[in-house]
Structure formats: C-alpha cells, structure tokens
C-alpha cells in the first residue's frame, strides 16, 4: 500500500495565529472516541476546561463552541490551548488531520490539503511547477486495482496533461478538456443562480456569486498558473468520488465549472491580487467541497440538465 500526495505537501504548515479564518471558529469539532477517553484523564487547566468544553451525545463528543462561534479553547492570539499546553499530540483526529483530505484506492492512499485552509490555498496557488504526484510511503504491499480505479486513473491524467500544457492559454485547454468531458451544462450566470439556491455559510459568498458575469473581461495572462492549479488540485481531489457514485464525466465538469467561476469572480473584482483569489478560492472551497449536500446538488443538477437537453 502506498500514500501518494502532491510533491509539496510535507511542505505545509499552519499559520496559526496569522490566520485570518480559523478553522476553530464556525466549526463544531467531533471528538474520536480514543482522544475523547484521553481527555477524560486530563488534568491541569486543559482538563478542568474539558468538563464544560466538551458536550457527550448519543453520536459521540463535540467540543461545545463558544462566544463567535470560537472553540473553547482558541485563546485571544488565535492559538490553541491544547497544543500549548499538552503538545500537538493531544489534538483530537479532526484536528489533527485538518486541512487534509484522503482517498482511497486498492493499491494507495492519497492524501492532499483542502483549499477551505488559505494556507493550503495560497501554498497551492502560488506554486509554480506543475501540480506533479509523488510516493511518501510504500510498505511494498503489492494490491490490483479495479477496473473503475484504474479508469478514474486515466482520465484524471488525462486531464492534468491537457490542463498544464502551457504551450496553450488556459481558456484553449478549458476548451479541450470540455471537448473531452463534456461541454457546459449551464451558463456561469445560471450555476451562480442555482448556487444562490443552496446552504450557505457566509453572507459575503452570496455577494461573490453576485458579481458573476458570463460576458467577464479577460485576465491578465499571468493567472493562468494559480487557476491552473487551483483546477488540478479539484481534479485531484473530486475525480475519485466517482468510485463511489459513478459520475466521473460531471465530476470533471465540475471541476471545470468552480474554476471559471472563480476566474468569473476574481474578473469582477476591483482589486486584482494574490489576497483576493486565495480568499475567493478558500471561501469557494468552504461553500462547495465541505458539504456534501451542495456537491450532491451540482451533480445532480449536471444529470437533469444534460437529459433535459436531449430529451428535448
């Protein structure tokens, strides 16, 4: 079995206090059952705050958020107390594994970082390689894949081929790779309008899907490369769901579909920077691919509007 992640992955590291969206506030934190029993042992000013911090349910512990949505123990530098005071080891699975995503092939492992971080999304938009797959680990364990692994495989390769071929502008290889997928299910004015539609965690995503313009005034050449990559690291993550629910074409598509909508977005913005797409990308990221409900939507909307069409 191997675990397989982008070439700079090791290289991430949370910034902690200089973040200007924790991830422990807004967020309600499962707690797993071994960290929990730990907790339970704990003793100290950690341990005495457990008592109330922590809320035991019939599905398991969460911690109990606070005044803003804050977890109880984010002190006022935005830094965790459980890691000050009983070290990174005490973090519960959650918190540990977070901003990191895995899925699961037969043969390996693949691990990468989620882009709701915006450490994650500045690391993974300001990288100017090519996104390019490496081997962290290899028991030597030698497992077959399925047919439909081995597929997911092939058409994700395919498409990072033609998404980095640089020799191209960005919006030929979006070109190309809807002649391979499939050609868009609905205008970007009309994904933002369904957008509109489903749960939303932050009013300002709502302002963004806005600002949405099928007729957007092109970008300087030099975004190419982030939205490059911002559209590898969806490919990356979002193809092998379709090992589980068979809908690998219109997870391409939705792939394609999120990055011209945040190139729509950025187009629209007054400010054009580096800040700017990185918060776009990480709220996108927030709305999108943390619920499974909005991206079951999209999928589903993929579906009845292909058959729709030719139905018709």
């Known amino acids: 079995m191997k675990l397989i992640a982008p070439d700079d992955y090791l290289q991430f590291r949370c910034i902690a206090g200089d973040c200007r969206h924790s991830c422990c506030i807004g967020w309600e934190i499962d707690i797993d059952d071994e960290t929990r029993e730990r907790y339970r042992t704990l003793g100290g000013p950690v341990g005495e705050k457990m008592t109330t911090a922590v809320a035991d349910t019939a599905d398991g512990a969460h911690f109990v958020l606070g005044e803003g949505e804050r977890c109880p123990f984010l002190n006022q530098d935005g830094l965790c107390d459980i890691i000050l005071q009983e070290g990174e080891g005490a973090l519960c699975q959650i918190c540990r594994d977070h901003p990191r995503f895995r899925n699961a092939f037969s043969d390996a492992t693949e691990i990468g970082l989620g882009l709701c971080c915006e450490a994650a999304a500045r690391q993974t938009l300001t990288r100017e390689a090519p996104l390019n797959l490496c081997v962290l680990e290899d028991d030597g364990a030698a497992e077959e894949c399925w047919d439909d692994e081995l597929l997911v495989r092939q058409l994700r390769e395919q498409a990072f081929a033609l998404a980095q071929f640089r020799e191209m502008p960005l919006s030929q290889r979006m070109e190309c790779l809807h002649e391979c997928f499939g050609p868009a299910d609905r205008s970007?004015?009309?994904?933002?309008?369904?957008?509109?539609?489903?749960?939303?965690?932050?009013?300002?995503?709502?302002?963004?899907?806005?600002?949405?313009?099928?007729?957007?005034?092109?970008?300087d050449s030099r975004w190419d490369v982030p939205l490059e990559q911002l559209?590898?690291?969806?490919?990356?993550?979002?193809?092998?769901?379709?090992?589980?629910?068979?809908?690998?074409?219109?997870?391409?598509?939705?792939?394609?579909?999120?990055?011209?909508l945040v190139q729509a977005m950025f187009a629209a913005s007054p400010v054009q920077d580096?800040?700017?797409l990185v918060d776009i990308v990480r709220m996108m990221?927030?709305?999108?691919?943390?619920?499974?409900?909005?991206?079951?939507?999209?999928?589903?909307?993929?579906?009845?509007?292909?058959?729709?069409?030719?139905?018709?």
């Open 188 to 219: 970007l004015t009309e994904w933002a309008a369904l957008l509109m539609t489903l749960e939303r965690l932050d009013d300002a995503w709502g302002d963004w899907l806005r600002k949405v313009s099928d007729t957007s005034l092109p970008l």
């Open 231 to 260: 559209l590898c690291a969806l490919i990356y993550r979002h193809l092998p769901g379709a090992l589980d629910d068979e809908k690998l074409l219109e997870r391409a598509r939705m792939c394609l579909m999120l990055t011209q």
């Open 274 to 276: 580096m800040d700017t």
């Open 285 to 312: 990221s927030s709305e999108i691919e943390y619920s499974d409900e909005n991206i079951f939507a999209i999928l589903s909307s993929m579906d009845s509007w292909c058959y729709n069409e030719s139905d018709a």
